[in-house]
């Protein structure tokens, strides 16, 4: 059974430009979330999704930061017009109910 | 918000030791708790959990330690190796509520051979 994958595993993009992340849940999970991580700090919640419903985006900031879990393929985090600011390791974690999550490798998501 | 803190962001002990990580949380409703690795330029790796009706659980080589009254958690690694270098989180959630786990910091192990 693989695990959690992401791509890109490293993604570069300039000031205004748009980057899509990827999260392919563990076969069998349902229930998908995106964390982020700036160095030398902790993972910090952004959204939870289940197919095709978002359950709770508390921590996704308002503004250029959007996430689906659609019916077929993968979860998809996007941000739009990229800041310096975004830089940063983002993980997926996805479980089979609403217990321990299991994480993927991260992207990690440098703006020039 | 809730937070989520460890005491020592940085742990060096020999090869063979036992390795102490302490965690503190300040939301009393916390009721599940899990510890992560995370080695360099890798995702979190799930090592033990706990729920809050236990206050102790055994794994291979470690122990997660649950003292509610204090709200301090604690992982021992018995002998320690040097692909135990890594950091370490400690995460809470209070399952009947939400989905967001609250990561600390993380404290970074580091074993000297």
């Known amino acids: 059974n693989a695990g959690v994958m992401q791509n890109p595993r490293h993604l570069v993009r300039r000031r205004g430009q748009e980057a899509r992340l990827r999260c392919s849940p563990m076969k069998g999970h349902s229930h998908v979330y995106w964390y982020r991580q700036l160095p030398e700090e902790g993972l910090k919640f952004m959204v939870y999704l289940q197919k095709e419903n978002i359950i709770d985006e508390s921590g996704m900031p308002k503004e250029r930061f959007s996430a689906e879990f659609p019916k077929e393929g993968p979860s998809i985090l996007r941000i739009q017009q990229v800041v310096r600011g975004d830089s940063a390791a983002y993980f997926c974690a996805s479980s089979p109910v609403k217990d321990t999550q299991y994480f993927g490798p991260g992207t990690r998501l440098t703006v020039l | 918000g809730e937070s989520v803190g460890l005491h020592l962001p940085t742990l060096s002990v020999q090869e063979g030791d036992n390795s102490i990580i302490n965690c503190a949380y300040s939301n009393s409703a916390s009721d599940y708790f899990i510890w992560y690795k995370q080695e360099s330029g890798k995702g979190p790796q799930f090592i033990i959990d706990?729920?809050?009706?236990?206050d102790k659980r055994q794994g291979q080589r470690v122990t997660v330690l649950l003292n509610k009254t204090v709200k301090h958690l604690s992982l021992q690694i018995a002998a320690t190796q040097p692909g135990d270098s890594a950091v370490y989180f400690c995460a809470e959630n209070t399952l009947n509520t939400g989905n967001q786990f609250y990561f600390g910091t993380g404290t970074s192990l580091t074993v000297i051979p």
């Open positions: 706990i729920r809050s009706n236990m």
